[in-house]
């Protein structure tokens, strides 16, 4: 699942269609100006039934319909994703949108694929844009929460029926209905997260799949929703971004570059090191990484490993492990044979004192590939 392209994760304002133009009647256009209208998969001739079907259903066809979602996203906006919300148990489960299914049974020849994706498309635009009106049919305002709870519970009643009229109360209706009641809440500045609380304890479990609630259920969702609100629910105006730049040029003034000595050389002057680099070389350098450059506790020299330099590092053993050093050898002391202990393990403790980016490598056997598993 990719997030971005997941319309239950779309907040109010990535979906207002207020925050967000958008002309009906160029959609067509667009759509068919986009990439993937020049690739369009077409569905496979065999039964619903076999396995080719599934298989081009989740391979080629879902990959396409991702990229549609993309491209749209990328042109109009977030909310665009929203197109493939269908009915019941399609793309994502429970949505508003009536013409699109999913890519089994709504990707077929191009062009009428096409056309779905518009229809589908301009079906989910109506639709926020009817959720638009009815949120915004009471002028609400927190501060006067007490006095207006009446209004508060009208505009949530109205929305619940709204959301089980379009969905039909199919499969994970609910979710969309919790997701149209927060857009609510944010829209009349409820904060974000006070809104997801309070929304969950309203409807407390009770909206279920396939089920549409009786009046009873909605008038109290409602009402508990609209009674729970406060005043300090409101969400707090967002500080602002630090900027880094300042902060940069701050620093820089002061340092008292003036009291450095000069090195007389005109141009670039060449650093003593360069930390960013030796970072990024040390980071990429192959596994696995080179050890002590001598001897030393808790290391001992012990037998050599053929063609190593005397006094190298490749006749350094752990204390007690057993286990020579040298890359790639990992000749226990004395043998002349490969060590089968693990790095990492207890016996290879004197590792731990390494930075935590680098990673013990397995003690394992060279072979003329490389290291065996």
Known sequence: M????TPGFLSWDEVDPARHPFDAASAARVVRSLGPARCVPRRPDVPFADPAMSAWSWGEARLWADAMSQALVEHYGLWAAGFRWSHDEGDFDGGPVGHWCCPRDSITTPEETLTRVVAALCEWR???ESLAGWIDAYPLDLATVEDDRLLWDRAARNLILQVTDRTGCGSGWHGHCHQVLTWFLDRWAVAPDVAEELV?????????????PDAALVDDVAERLAGSLRPADRARSAEPLPDHLERWLAVRESVPWQQAPDSGAEGP????Q????????????????????????????????????????????GAGSGTSWAP???????????????AGSATASPRASEPARMPAWPRARTTQHGLSP
């Open 269 to 272: 002057v060449t650093p003593r």
């Open 200 to 212: 969950e304890q309203a409807i407390g479990g009770r909206f279920l799949s396939w089920t549409g």
């Open 274 to 317: 360069d930390g960013a680099a030796e970072d990024i070389r040390g980071f990429e350098a192959p596994w696995p990484r080179p050890g002590p450059t001598v001897c030393s506790p808790p290391w001992n020299c012990c037998g050599m490993t053929p063609g190593a330099t005397p006094g190298s590092t490749s006749s350094c053993c």
């Open 126 to 128: 109506a639709w926020l």
């Open 2 to 5: 990719i997030r971005e392209l």
């Open 328 to 342: 790639h050898s990992c000749l226990p002391c004395g043998a002349g044979r490969p060590s089968r202990r693990v």
